[in-house]
């Protein structure tokens, strides 16, 4: 009986905080704070513990998945611009190597000053 009280528990308190994971830390904090808030009215030491417990790690998961979703998306646009800066580059290279193929002269600076324009 009390294992199956516990898990029934267990399973309010993560929908009590799954209400508030996904949006934002306002509304999750909340969401948090009512957890424990529901946890609080449980009458058994043990599964009012337990409860509690679950909305702490549930709080402290969304923080973490925040975090590492930010993470990802600030690495994926460091990846872009440095790949961006690496195209510019070898293009400016490539068109500097390919003026080395125009005679000397007026044509030449011309295709260098155009080369040079690429930062």
Known sequence: MGRVKGSAVLLVVCGLVAGGCGSSSSSSSSAVSKCKDAAKNISDSNAR????QAC?????????????VSSAGQSATNAVSTAAQSTKSAAKQAC?????NVPAGSARDQVVAGCNKIK
């Open 96 to 100: 500097l190597a390919g003026a080395q």
């Open 49 to 52: 513990s337990v409860a509690e």
């Open 56 to 68: 702490t790690s549930a709080g402290n998961a969304e923080k973490s998945i925040s975090s590492a």
